[in-house]
T-cell receptor, first 113, second 115 residues
């Protein structure tokens, strides 16, 4: 069965510091991977996606993610965090048998001045 | 384009009441889905549809019904609300690409409280 794990429930970083949010997946075939961000009281916005090709993908708001097949990971990174990045971040896997997405439980990011 | 719209934004029900959460999209997307979001559990798929007249169950379908009579609309019905259905509900739509590479577009959510 497919699953998505985000091992960090909550992360606190200082503004200007670097950020890495972890995501591991379990899926038998080639995964299609996504990162979404959710600001308080808002819906989900797509940050970036990986389908195939270059394993380092660039997204909006200065985020990037790297797909590592050997580690079944798709970690999200940002070199310098801004206070406006405080939000909930979700990793998701899209599977090949239809419109089914599996989401991780999310990582809540707090940014301190 | 308005994208994906959901109504209402907030709703309070009493146990046993019924209601319908509305979802509409104007992007001509074939795929639509309903999720519920609960603290510490991420988003869980309730029901989904791959086109008008076609629906299927997701991870947590019990207590919910759906139908898809048009491409644009995908209402979610609670026939007899229970406190366990207190949650935030998100509707999403996507255009199918080969191999499941559909990016989902989300509505703003409906916050439902069942007393």
């Amino acid at each position: 069965a497919q699953s998505v794990t985000q091992p960090d429930i909550h992360i606190t970083v200082s503004e200007g510091a670097s950020l890495e949010l972890r995501c591991n997946y379990s899926y038998g075939a080639t995964p299609y991977l996504f990162w979404y961000v959710q600001s308080p009281g808002q819906g989900l916005q797509l940050l970036l996606k990986y389908f195939s090709g270059d394993t380092l993908v660039q997204g909006i708001k200065g985020f990037e993610a790297e797909f590592k097949r050997s580690q079944s990971s798709f970690n999200l990174r940002k070199p310098s965090v801004h206070w406006s990045d405080a939000a909930e971040y979700f990793c998701a896997v899209g599977i090949n048998t239809g419109n089914q997405f599996y989401f991780g439980t999310g990582t809540s990011l707090t940014v301190i001045p | 384009n308005a994208g994906v719209t959901q109504t209402p934004k907030f709703q309070v029900l009493k146990t046993g009441q019924s209601m319908t959460l509305q979802c509409a999209q104007d992007m001509n997307h074939e795929y639509m889905s309903w999720y519920r979001q609960d603290p510490g559990m991420g988003l869980r798929l309730i029901h989904y549809s791959v086109g008008a007249g076609i629906t299927d169950q997701g991870e947590v379908p019990n207590g919910y019904n759906v139908s898809r009579s048009t491409t644009e609309d995908f209402p979610l019905r609670l026939l007899s609300a229970a406190p366990s259905q207190t949650s935030v509900y998100f509707c999403a739509s996507s255009a199918p690409l080969a191999g499941g590479r559909n990016e989902q577009f989300f509505g703003p959510g409906t916050r439902l409280t069942v007393l």
